[in-house]
Every structure is written in structure tokens, then in C-alpha cells.
């Protein structure tokens, strides 16, 4: 049934050689001196005695003493011990010195379902698919001495007998005696090796099992001591279920009333100026220490940069113009059910990151918060096949999990720019990808998914476009992801864009690329452009008014992670990526961005006046469209990464929260906060009415600020249902003061939204470079104007929530400027 390899390499000195070819060197971080057993099919269990502390190899053997060699080149013994009736084998290594013997451990075939680790009655059950394997060996290392997060001086292996631990293309085996939590496993597989035909075996590295629930690796993001650690899967069945609550009740926000934060998880707590403490920082703890920030804010979702399992030194993996940075986006996934164990607070690892990720998912939702995950499956992190980093996939069945041109020598198809391309439509993989966005939905409550360059899921096993992708459907329909939003990045490396014509079962949303780009060129004065703006605020009609799709599908942004920031936006007229390595041939080149004249920082007045409305002026515009808007964070303040508009591998300031821009009330805890926003005044001690007062304080300054503009844009969204329609503008809902639609030159836009009960509201959007005298339409019966937004005037002036009167029959609108008039009771 199984052959047992016993290994004295401790497992915390596992490493992966950085762009090793030479698959004898492979071997040597393994480097196996232990005492291998050999046992073959001869019943249904096995019992596995093992001395794992174990200070010198065994001498001698039972039995007839054959004698075999291990992967390290020490003699062994072969010990069989069975009686006539026996159902058992037992294995015994002679071992006098030994102490704290983990077994003994008894085998038993195990079962096809469910893939990874499992709990059953007779122990633990580890399942994994390969259709083209030969052979294949689990390998288990041991928790020492009862600590958490540390390894056994032993690695075991067991060769699985295809005869017994195998159902169709699963291989299984159940162990009884096994703890029930950090024991480290991966495999080890072997197979075809003809690159022509879309093999990649080799069965010297250790992989990661795809259905890993947790993995484990270095435990400190960005620790260089253990660059090259080894990454392996791991297990909990000892911790108690999380608690969620005796009256679970999640957000539930309908999709029209959505407004997203696109953010870091790491970079929104990294830097020292969030106040926390160094081992909280960049943690999902972090998180929720800022939920305040996010509720001042407004917003009421979140979407994560990628939170699964990644390696942040995988370009420091060999010698290349990227090998001085570190991965801070994610968008590199290892593996697809885990959550990024260096994540969690103090080093906690992969069972405190699960922890800790589940404790901020429910401190959001408690805030009224939801939350989106960016996902990453059209590609893995095991590269191309010029610098492979086999770790998973690629080692367990290349042919399957990848797409193939087997016409070119069974290369690997890039339609991700980053070496691969995951085989999304092959039904083991689209089942693979369904398990994962169940599982985040079931053990950690999410709310939805954003799919990064979604076109590749709408590829065939050979790389050709579907006009109804099988993996796409079954997203839609599938019941346990019906309570969540989907979002397509509607486009891929290869040309696929699908923006407007996603296939969507009138449930996929998508990112909107065409409302990015329009909005840019209008509000930097570009010609011929205002139908088309008209037509991105009123929702994108042009794109999405099909079948049963609304305007809320259309995801409207104005800048996201990968670009520039906004206030880079408005500062720079060409990328500055030389940090990156690559000479500045990375990133974007059509930004349409205008520094708005000068590149970069100044210290010309009007040149910053200008930004500065002109930020507000993209804000605005973003928040009064029909659709769901995302902004990016940082933006709130004006962040900048100095024209670097391609920051993924920058662990710094250029792409970290810089909190001192904001205000030093969110350097308090959030359980202090709550004191302070829920407190009566008379009714404290001392210190309570200092951060009281220091509370007040810091918020009146920020009523003046940048900050406080973006703010009321959004709660004045939240708060006025004229720009979030369920369905699209009809002619009764809208009235356009325009007559000159067909002159390229006019850059300026007025119109009126009509609202309930004559709850009008007027906006005028001027991107011509000389004031525009607008003749201003008579408001309602019995109501009045009041001016609630001007980006041309200074903060508090510029946005006044409940609005000033005084608004005549005509308004002089500044260049680069715009405006928002609300008709209220006439006082």
C-alpha cells in the first residue's frame, strides 16, 4: 500500500534554491539520512511507529534485515511484521534514544472526496487530483514538542500504492494517530517528462496541495533571514468554530447603493504613522483599528488587493532587473483557499491569520461594511518556462492545470503577462475555482469577488475567446455565491476586452475601462468629448442597458492600484517608473493624465489650486454618476507615488497610507474612538475629556480639507437617491441644458436631475480653460437653489451639505471647475 521514508532534516531549514536547474542540487536542502520502510499492499490498515526525536540512526532491524538505500544514500531496513490473520501491518524503527514517539500511526486507503485534508472517523484523510501522475508521495512533518508553528526534526513519507490510494485520478490516504493540527505536508509527484506533450514532473521539489486550506511559510512579511523558506500546507481541527455571533447579519447592500474603497491590506497600516504597534501593523487586525477612518469617510465597501496565500519575494527568486523588490500587491497567487498568513499580527501565522481575517471581516460587517476580495485565477506564481517556480500546479499536473499550445512544443500560453495561464474552463479547474469562492463565502463571509483580467476566464482549454464561458455561467448560477456581487475585470494580456460585452447572466458586474478613460479626457479639457461624459454619468447605457442588466453593473472608476493615483493624475503628464527596473518600459503609457503645468511637484499657487480642483472636480463626477463608483485609498488625501504608476513591488511609502495626512484622531484605538464619539462629555474622567477635545478638534480641521470634500461627496450620495437609480435614466429623469452637442470645442455640460417631490438637483461641469456663464433653469415650484458644491471656491466653502442660498437666475463657473445646486423649500 505505502512506502515510508523517514527523514532528521529539520523542516524549518526546508529551502527552495533560488533558479535551480540542476535537479541533484534540488535534493540537497532534504538531504534524506533517515531510516526508510518499506511496506506493500497487504491489507486494508497499517500501524507506523515512529521514534522522531531520535539522536542517532537505528543499528540494527527485525526480521530479515533487507537492506535498501535512501534518497540520502544511508542503509536501511525493511521490517515487515504480519501474522495470518492480520489486517494490520506494524511498523517498528529501532530507535533506544528516542523521546515524546508521535505514534503509533495506523493507514488506511482513505477516500477520493473531499480533496485536501479532512477529518473522518478513522483520522485524517488527505485527497489530491492528478490525472497524468505515476507516482505520488505525501510528506509529513510533525509539530515539535507540542509548539505551535515549529517542526518535528523528522520529515515521513509515504509512497501511495495506486492500487489501494487511488479512485479514478485522486490519490487518498487516511492516517490514524495524527495531531489534529501543524503538521506540514505537501507532495511529491512524479510522471511523464515530455515538455511536448505538457508535462512538468519532478518529483525532487515539495508541492503545495492546491486544496491547502492554510499554508504555512515565513512568518514575517518581507523577513530577508528566511527569503527562501519553504511553503507548505497545513491543518486545524483543534480550534473552536469562530464565533460570529449568536444573530449573524451580514450587510447585504444593495448594488446601487455600493460605494467600494479599493485597498492594501498591508499597505493601509504598514507605515509607522498609523500609530499602531510595529506588530499590528499590516495586519487584518491593522484593519480594524482604521474602521473609524472608513466610516468617516463614508464608504460602506471594501475591496482587498489579493488576500490569499503569496509569496512577497518571488522576483528576488534569481538574478533580474526586478530582484530589488518585493511583492506588495498580490497578484501573485500560491494558493487559492488560503488567506496570506503574514497577515496576522506579531508573526501569528496561517491558523492566527485565519483567525484574525475572520475577525475583521466581522468587525466590518459589524460597521455596516462589506467585503470584496480580489481574486487572482488566471494565473498562478509558478512563472514561465524560462524561470520556473514550480511550487504547486505546474508539479501536480502542468497538462491540466495550465493552457498548452501543444503545437509549439507544449510551451505555455500567456494571455496573463505573467508566464501562465490558468486552464479556467477545464472542468477540473473551474471546479477547483468554484471550491474556493465557496469557501470564502462559507468559513469567512465575504460579500463578493472582483476576478483580475476576468476576459481570461472566457478562454477554452486552447486559449480561443467563448461566447459562453462554462465557468462564467456557473459563477452566476451557483447558489451558495447567489448572495454575492461579482465583478469582471473585463479584459486580459491578450487582447480579449471585453468592457459592455462581458457575458454576464445579468449578474456579473464589470470595471468600466471606458468610463475611466472618458471621464479623464473630459475633465482635462480634451475636444469632442462631452456626449460621451453625458453618457458615462447617465450610467453607460451605450454599454450595459441589455437584457436585465442595470446601470449598477457598470463598476465606475476613476483611478485604481494599477495607475496612477489621483493626485498623480493631475500632476504628472508621463509615468516615472524607473524604480522598477525596467527602464521605465513598464506600466501604462496612455494615462491621459495633465499635470496641469509642470511635471511633478511645485510650488506655484495656481498650479496647486488647480490640482486641487481638479481632484475635486473627478470625485464629483465619480459620485453624482448613475452606476456603483470605487475610488482607491489614498486618494482621500491626495496620495501620491511621485509618477510611479506600476508601484507593485514597492514595500514602502510610495504605495503605504500615509496617516499624517489625514488626521492624528485615527491614530487611536478604534475601542478608545468609540469612547470618544459615543461619550458624555460631564460624565468623564480626565484623560476621556482630552481625546475628547482633541477628537472635536481634529475633526472641525478636517471639515476644512481635502479629506472633508471627499467625504460629504459621498454621504451626499448615500443620502440622495437621484444618483442611484435601479434602473436607467428615461427622458422624465433627466433634462440636458445643451444645444451644442455636436461642437468638438464645447467642453462644458449642465444638467438637471429630476428627484422625488421636486427634490431637484442641477450640475454643470466646465473643463473649458475661461469662465462659463451658465443661465441657471428655474427650480421647482415652492422650492429654491442652494449652492451646495463649487470646486473653484476654498474649503469649507467648496462643499456646504446643507447649502447656501442665494442663487440667482444665472452662475459665472471658473475654469476647470464645476458645480452642484440643490432645489430645496423656499425658506
Known amino acids: 500500500m505505502a512506502t515510508f521514508v523517514y527523514s532528521r532534516q529539520r523542516i524549518s531549514m526546508l529551502q527552495s534554491p533560488f533558479c535551480e536547474t540542476n535537479s541533484a542540487n ?52 525493511w521490517t515487515k ?34 480533496l485536501g485534508v479532512s477529518e473522518v472517523d478513522n483520522g485524517i484523510n488527505f485527497a489530491v487530483f492528478s490525472q497524468n501522475a505515476t507516482a505520488v508521495t505525501l510528506c509529513l512533518s510533525l509539530p ?26 485522486i490519490w487518498h490516504i487516511c492516517i490514524e494517530g495524527l495531531p489534529r493540527r501543524s503538521v506540514l505536508y505537501g507532495y511529491r509527484m512524479d510522471g511523464p517528462r515530455n515538455w511536448r506533450d505538457g508535462h512538468r514532473f519532478d518529483s525532487n521539489i515539495m508541492l503545495i496541495d492546491p486544496y491547502a486550506k492554510l499554508v504555512e511559510g515565513r512568518r514575517i512579511f518581507g523577513d530577508s533571514s528566511q527569503k527562501l523558506s519553504k511553503f507548505m500546507g497545513t491543518y486545524d481541527f483543534d ?51 482604521k474602521i473609524p477612518h472608513l466610516l468617516e469617510l463614508g464608504v460602506n465597501a471594501v475591496e ?82 524560462e524561470h520556473p517556480n514550480t511550487t504547486s500546479f505546474r508539479g501536480i499536473d502542468n497538462k491540466v492545470y495550465y493552457m498548452l499550445d501543444l503545437n509549439n512544443g507544449g510551451r505555455l500560453l500567456n494571455f496573463s503577462g505573467c508566464g501562465n495561464t490558468l486552464n479556467c474552463n477545464h472542468p477540473v479547474v ?64 491578450g487582447g480579449l476586452y471585453l468592457v459592455g460585452g462581458f457575458p454576464n447572466w445579468d449578474r456579473w458586474a464589470e470595471w468600466n475601462g471606458k468610463y475611466r478613460d472618458d471621464m479623464r479626457r473630459f475633465i482635462k479639457g480634451d475636444a469632442g468629448m462631452k456626449g460621451i461624459f453625458a453618457t ?104 501620491t507615488r511621485y509618477g510611479n504608476n506600476n508601484s507593485y513591488g514597492h514595500d514602502t511609502g510610495i504605495n503605504n497610507f500615509q496617516w499624517r495626512q489625514v488626521s492624528c484622531l485615527f491614530f487611536l484605538p478604534i475601542s478608545l474612538f468609540l469612547r470618544c464619539i459615543h461619550i458624555n462629555y460631564d460624565d468623564q ?71 422625488e417631490n421636486g427634490g431637484d438637483i442641477y450640475l454643470a461641469f466646465n473643463a473649458h480653460d475661461y469662465f462659463v456663464k451658465v443661465s441657471i433653469p428655474p427650480p421647482p415650484q415652492n422650492r429654491s437653489w442652494y449652492r451646495v458644491v463649487d470646486t473653484n471656491l476654498f474649503s469649507p466653502d467648496d462643499f456646504i451639505s446643507e447649502g447656501v442660498s442665494g442663487i440667482g437666475s444665472t452662475y459665472k463657473i471658473a475654469p476647470y471647475s464645476s458645480i452642484l445646486l440643490e432645489a430645496k423649500p423656499a425658506a
Open 26 to 77: 534540488k535534493l540537497a536542502p532534504f538531504s534524506y539520512t533517515g531510516v526508510a520502510v518499506n511496506s506493500s499492499g497487504l491489507g486494508a490498515s497499517q500501524v507506523l511507529h515512529m521514534g522522531v526525536k531520535s539522536s542517532k540512526l537505528a543499528s540494527g532491524c527485525y526480521g530479515r534485515g533487507l537492506s535498501g538505500k535512501t534518497r540520502g544514500g544511508v542503509d536501511s531496513c
Open 81 to 114: 511484521v504480519y501474522g495470518r490473520r492480520a489486517q494490520e501491518r506494524v511498523l517498528e524503527e529501532e530507535a533506544p534514544q528516542t523521546s515524546e514517539a508521535p505514534g503509533p500511526f495506523k493507514l488506511f486507503p482513505g477516500q477520493a472526496f473531499p
Open 144 to 169: 515539535s514538542s507540542g509548539k505551535v508553528g515549529t517542526s518535528d526534526d523528522g520529515m515521513i513519507e509515504l509512497g501511495l500504492d495506486p492500487r489501494e490510494n487511488k479512485t479514478g485520478d
Open 239 to 289: 480550534s473552536l468554530p469562530f464565533d460570529w455571533g449568536d444573530d449573524i447579519k451580514l450587510p447585504n447592500i444593495p448594488e446601487k447603493d455600493l460605494v467600494i474603497y479599493e485597498m492594501n491590506v498591508r499597505a493601509f497600516t504598514a507605515d509607522e504613522s498609523s500609530g499602531l504597534d510595529v506588530n499590528t501593523r499590516g495586519s487584518y487586525l491593522g484593519v480594524i483599528e
Open 304 to 385: 482587498l488587493l489579493p488576500v490569499f496565500e503569496f509569496d512577497e519575494f518571488e522576483f528576488q527568486r534569481c538574478r533580474n532587473p526586478r530582484d530589488h523588490m518585493i511583492n506588495t500587491w498580490g497578484y501573485s497567487t500560491i494558493n487559492f483557499f488560503s488567506p496570506m498568513s503574514r497577515y496576522a499580527s506579531s508573526g501569528g501565522g496561517p491558523v492566527n491569520a485565519s483567525q484574525e481575517f475572520k475577525e475583521m471581516v466581522k468587525a466590518l460587517h459589524n460597521s455596516g461594511i462589506e467585503v470584496i476580495l480580489d481574486v487572482v485565477y488566471n494565473h498562478t506564481n509558478e512563472a514561465d518556462d
Open 430 to 493: 473551474m471546479e477547483l475555482i468554484l471550491d474556493s469562492l465557496r469557501h470564502w463565502v462559507t468559513e469567512y463571509h465575504v460579500d463578493g469577488f472582483r476576478f483580475d483580467l476576468a476576459s481570461v476566464l472566457c478562454r477554452g482549454t486552447d486559449g480561443s475567446p467563448l461566447s459562453a464561458p462554462p465557468l462564467i455561467r456557473a459563477i452566476a448560477k451557483d447558489a451558495t455565491l447567489s448572495r454575492c456581487k461579482i465583478i469582471a475585470e473585463p479584459w486580459d494580456c
Open 536 to 639: 458615462r454619468v447617465s450610467g453607460s447605457a451605450d454599454l450595459y442597458k441589455v437584457n436585465k442588466r442595470k446601470p449598477y453593473h457598470s463598476i465606475n472608476f476613476v483611478i485604481a492600484h494599477d495607475g496612477f493615483t489621483l493626485y498623480d493624475l493631475v500632476s504628472y503628464n508621463f509615468k516615472h517608473n524607473d524604480a522598477n527596473g525596467e527602464g521605465g518600459n513598464d506600466g501604462c503609457n496612455d494615462n491621459y493624465s495633465w499635470n496641469c503645468g509642470a511635471e511633478g511637484e511645485t510650488d506655484d499657487a495656481n498650479i496647486k489650486a488647480l490640482r486641487s480642483r481638479q481632484m475635486k472636480n473627478f470625485h464629483l463626477a465619480l459620485m453624482v454618476s448613475q452606476g456603483t463608483p470605487m475610488m482607491m485609498m489614498g486618494d482621500e488625501y491626495g496620495h
Open 685 to 755: 474622567s480626565h484623560d476621556s475629556k482630552i481625546y475628547y477635545i482633541l477628537s472635536l478638534r481634529q475633526l472641525d480641521e478636517r471639515r476644512k480639507s481635502h479629506f472633508r470634500f471627499f467625504s460629504e461627496a459621498i454621504k451626499f450620495r448615500k443620502t440622495h437617491s437621484v444618483f442611484r437609480h435601479e434602473d436607467f435614466l428615461k427622458k422624465g429623469d433627466v433634462k440636458w441644458h445643451e444645444d451644442n452637442w455636436d461642437n468638438p470645442e464645447s467642453k462644458f455640460l449642465a444638467f438637471t436631475l429630476h428627484g
